[in-house]
């Protein structure tokens, strides 16, 4: 199933609520107390086009020790030894896709995710950055509701499949999101809220409709497939294919594939998220590794600058290679 990217614009969350919400994933007893996780608000990702061009530089020198020092402690990260055998998974048509497919696939991230879940709300705007801006990145998401502890979230992936009939899965994807973090900032303000995650099960079913006309749907025929089969087939046929993974039971939980391999790795940040995708286009060749420095062509003495051009503008970078040689000849030479 292929539909566009989500116009609905998402709420910046306070650093301390965005704490809050990602201590812990979400997962049913018994479970093991996950590790924490943080999830950084992503950076934009442009290409840099290096100049190199006199300037003044006003960047204090520092010391030979300090450089020496912050020299030893750079060491290159070695590419993981990713695995030829994987989990049992195929993506179809039935699943929910968003950017690249076919040939231009890269990588692959599935998330099995639940729509109730604070760490998978909080999560989700820098999964759908990347998924959004970062060419060769295929994205797709999967149910997982936990029934046992979110009494609303087997209902809300009814209501996702119910907008996807409407061709508008993405947008109610974003909006039940947006609503719950709304109704979690509340609650973490101890403040009153009637978002979704706030009513009951039975007074649910009227706030997803609430939704569904935000978001353009015609809600007569939502409500119509909301309570039909063929939406509580498809949660069920994501739960069912969950089940057969021998995975526990935690949300959000991310599974790479690469080069049609798919893995569960041990992605606790959005860098490390970052650090797999650039892992897969080094193995599909789009980069290249090099395990010594390059010839020093940088004079110390010398200044330089890197204009990074964007859609919004042209960044200019002073480069000062008194204050850092190795890293100023470095980023010249991969420039």
Request: hydrophobic share 40%.
């Amino acid at each position: 199933m292929y539909t566009t990217k989500s116009s609905i614009v998402r709420t910046t969350l306070s650093a301390t609520v965005l704490a809050v919400f990602l201590l812990t994933a979400c997962a049913p007893n018994p479970v093991a107390e996950p590790t924490a996780t943080s999830t950084p608000a992503p950076t934009a990702t442009t290409a840099p086009t290096a100049t190199t061009e006199s300037v003044t530089a006003t960047v204090e020198p520092q010391a030979t020790d300090e450089v020496e020092t912050i020299l030893a402690s750079c060491e290159a990260r070695p590419l993981p030894d990713l695995p030829t055998e994987g989990l049992d998974i195929t993506i179809t048509d039935d699943d929910w896709i968003k950017g690249a497919t076919g040939d231009d696939v890269q990588l692959t991230i599935i998330e099995y995710s639940d729509f109730q879940c604070p760490a998978c709300a909080s999560a989700d705007p820098a999964i759908q950055s990347i998924a959004d801006t970062v060419p060769g990145v295929q994205f797709v998401y999967r149910h997982l509701p936990l029934e046992s502890i979110h009494d609303k979230a087997f209902s809300a992936a009814q209501a996702a499949e119910a907008a996807g009939m409407q061709g508008k899965f993405w947008e109610m994807h974003a909006a039940l999101f947006e609503h719950a973090i709304q109704g979690y900032i509340a609650q973490q303000n101890q403040q009153e809220s009637n978002e979704w995650i706030d009513v009951t099960a039975e007074e649910a079913s009227a706030k997803f409709s609430e939704i569904a006309a935000e978001i353009g749907l015609d809600v007569a025929q939502f409500e119509e497939d909301l309570k039909g089969d063929a939406t509580h087939d498809a949660v069920n046929a994501d739960l069912d294919a969950f089940s057969q993974l021998g995975l526990p039971y935690s949300t959000p939980t991310l599974i790479i594939g690469i080069n049609d391999v798919f893995f569960k790795p041990d992605i606790s940040s959005y860098d490390e998220l970052v650090y797999f995708l650039a892992v897969a286009k080094m193995t599909n060749g789009d980069f290249t590794m090099f395990d010594t420095a390059p010839e020093m062509t940088v004079k110390e003495e010398g200044t330089y600058q890197a204009t990074l051009e964007t859609s919004q503008g042209d960044i200019v970078l002073e480069l000062n290679p008194e204050a850092a040689l190795f890293h100023t000849n470095s980023f010249i030479f991969l420039a």
